[in-house]
């Protein structure tokens, strides 16, 4: 079935260690995308990709770091965790990031640091 | 900077109409995105507007004006199953998503 998904589903980790989050899509969009959703808050973005090898900034894009390598993977890394990065993280995908594109979500990961 | 306005929490009746308000204050406007959000869930997208007027799909509409930085969901027929969260979203001039915090929805019988 095509789609999105992420890895892992939920995670408990300490601060100051290393996480990568996952994210696979099969659908060959052009556009992916992370987001964190906080309670009260809209869904905000870290950081997004329009093609394999770019990458932006997004809205809240300290602390992570992503990579695309390729059209498929977007993997998204927190480099030393801190308490405040706990949050439900949403990646997205979308065929070319152009003013009509839809956005498609994986169904998240839930990470807490302690 | 840049705003989406909608209401934290409705109740309505099983069968009934509802109505979710977005009002935006965007840097610019490539359209606006309805998504619906069951709770542990991920967003899926209900629907786009990007003239002024009301888009019609099944049970739901969803209706923008531009001058007014304003635009609703219409949900009709309510049913229990939608019970979730209503996520207003605006694109801006950097094409980027700017997301309103949602509206959780609640059906009673």
């Known amino acids: 079935i095509a789609g999105i998904t992420q890895a892992p589903t939920s995670q408990i980790l300490a601060a100051g260690r290393r996480m990568t989050l996952r994210c696979t899509q099969d659908m060959r969009h052009n556009a992916m995308y992370w987001y964190r959703q906080d309670l009260g808050l809209g869904l905000r973005l870290i950081h997004y990709s329009n093609t394999a090898g770019t990458t932006g900034k997004g809205e809240v894009p300290d602390g992570y770091s992503v990579s695309r390598a390729n059209t498929d993977d977007f993997p998204l890394t927190l480099a030393s965790a801190v308490p405040s990065q706990t949050s439900v993280y949403f990646c997205a995908s979308s065929e070319d990031g152009g003013a009509t594109d839809t956005q498609y979500f994986g169904p998240g990961t839930r990470l807490t640091v302690l | 900077g840049q705003n989406i306005d909608q209401p934290t929490e409705m109740t309505a009746t099983e069968g009934a109409i509802v109505q979710i308000n977005c009002t935006y204050q965007?840097?610019?406007?490539?359209?606006l995105f309805w998504y619906q959000q069951h709770a542990g869930e991920a967003p899926t997208f209900l629907s786009y507007?990007?003239l002024d007027g009301l888009e019609e799909k099944g049970r739901f509409s969803s209706f923008l004006s531009r001058s007014k930085g304003y635009s609703y969901l219409l949900l009709k027929e309510l049913q229990m199953k939608d019970s979730a969260s209503y996520l207003c979203a605006v694109r801006d001039s950097n094409y980027q998503l700017i997301w309103g915090a949602g509206t959780k929805l609640i059906i009673k019988p």
């Open positions: 507007n990007v």
């Open positions: 965007t840097s610019g406007f490539n359209g």
